[in-house]
């Protein structure tokens, strides 16, 4: 099961508990425990006892660094070309319905997003009413490394970030801490890891109530201020980086840049070394997604992310980062230039083999 859900007595009645329980595999999420999680969401969302949710992950390292990529590999591998890969599609589906459900939940959910929180990590925390970072909090949507895209409803959230944050954080996987968190949205609240307890204690001597949560965990905020966030300190270089029309050109941006910060340094080794299919569906997506609904941007994910695990790039990223592990992924195409408006309207499309 991998996760832990239980209820804890409190003041306003019962406060449900998730603990994603897979440390060791920084709580990445399996099948079985979108599953497990879903069904804990769901009673609770029907026991009037239960009035407020609380989410985290297990260990000191991560609250969760994403879906389990592995099962994914396996997934595609076995599948005929041109198939519909069974397993990737099934956990795909779960786990963007799991998300909506956060996301739409008419009861407080509140994230203890301490630690990493990658990829379909976010895709858990970002949709709760309550977000809470600590000094830990490591967030990133590394998807272009391995050849996948922002998913998890990124097309949603990305719509809501500052100036062209979003196309840069998508294309490049830069990571985030606390402040980049508050500055795009991402979270409300800063808290010190070492203030959680004190804040639990705090939400459960509240009135269970969306405002006498907040109330709650705003007594135990620490100052994050919004200079140390790199994304706000180098927020007129971003706009400027991902202004052109032309994604060629966006690229030869990252070419030309010269830096001596290690953060930027890593997002345009991250970008010029991803998937160029990638930076495509990025900038596709966030401009499809711009006046979608959540329903609509989570039914377009899921076609995307099932057309991901039938072409190539997907597999191959896996496979150089994590299976193979030797770091040279064969990318379908070598530059953004080879890709053709038809190959890019190929991950929109619902595949033939897809029941939903």
Not at 205 to 229: K, L, N, P, Y
Request: glycine residues 8%; contains cysteine.
């Amino acid at each position: 099961m991998a996760i832990v859900a239980e209820t804890i007595e409190t003041s306003f009645g019962l406060l449900g508990k998730i603990i994603l329980d897979k440390p060791k595999a920084l709580n990445a999420l399996s099948t079985d425990m979108i599953e497990s999680m879903q069904v804990a969401l769901d009673d609770w969302a029907t026991n009037d006892e239960v009035k407020a949710v609380w989410v985290e992950g297990a260990g000191e390292k991560a609250f969760c660094a994403g879906g389990d990529v592995v099962m994914l590999y396996h997934s595609m591998k076995e599948t005929a070309a041109g198939d519909v890969p069974a397993k990737a599609t099934e956990f795909f589906t779960k786990e963007y319905k799991l998300d909506q459900t956060i996301h739409e939940y008419a009861k407080p959910v509140i994230i203890w997003a301490d630690g990493i929180v990658m990829g379909g990590g976010l895709g858990v925390a970002v949709g709760g009413s309550h977000r809470i970072v600590t000094e830990r909090s490591m967030i990133a949507m590394p998807e272009v490394t391995i050849g996948l895209y922002p998913d998890v409803g990124a097309s949603w959230f990305f719509n809501r970030m500052p100036g062209k944050c979003a196309e840069f954080l998508g294309m490049t996987g830069a990571r985030m801490n606390a402040a980049d968190a508050l500055f795009t949205k991402l979270a409300d609240f800063a808290v010190a890891s070492e203030d959680k307890d004190h804040v639990l204690q705090a939400i459960a001597s509240s009135d269970g109530t969306h405002d006498g949560i907040t109330e709650a965990i705003t007594t135990t905020q620490m100052e994050c201020r919004v200079h140390e966030s790199a994304l706000w300190m180098n927020y007129e270089l971003i706009n400027e980086l991902m202004a052109p029309t032309d994604l060629s050109d966006v690229v030869a941006q990252f070419e030309g840049l010269e830096t001596d910060d290690k953060w930027l340094s890593r997002a345009k080794a991250s970008l010029l070394g991803g998937s160029p299919m990638t930076l495509a569906l990025v900038r596709e997506q966030i401009e499809m997604a711009k006046h979608m609904s959540l329903d609509e941007v989570f039914a377009m994910e899921l076609t995307m992310s099932v057309q991901c695990a039938m072409h190539p790039d997907l597999q191959e990223g896996i496979r150089a980062l994590l299976i193979d592990k030797d770091g040279t992924p064969q990318w379908s195409v070598s530059s953004v230039e080879d890709i053709t408006d038809q190959q890019l309207a190929e991950y929109f499309t619902k595949p033939e083999g897809m029941t939903k």
